[in-house]
């Protein structure tokens, strides 16, 4: 737990820029890119970063 914490603003920013680029494809239809970003940004990313 200690090791991820000198991490939490690259994983913030990595997860806001996924989540971003999820809507962003989102946009120009992609069913199979978009929801993968926004599950990694909103699920994986953004947590970590809030440890």
């Given at each position: 737990?200690h090791?991820?914490r000198?991490?939490?603003?690259?994983f913030l920013?990595?997860?806001l820029?996924a989540i971003v680029?999820?809507?962003?494809?989102?946009g120009?239809g992609?069913?199979?890119?978009?929801p993968?970003?926004?599950?990694l940004?909103?699920?994986?990313?953004?947590?970590?970063?809030?440890?």
């Amino acid at each position: 737990m200690h090791a991820l914490r000198k991490y939490r603003n690259l994983f913030l920013i990595v997860g806001l820029a996924a989540i971003v680029a999820g809507y962003v494809f989102l946009g120009y239809g992609s069913i199979s890119l978009a929801p993968v970003l926004l599950v990694l940004g909103y699920c994986v990313l953004v947590p970590m970063a809030l440890l």
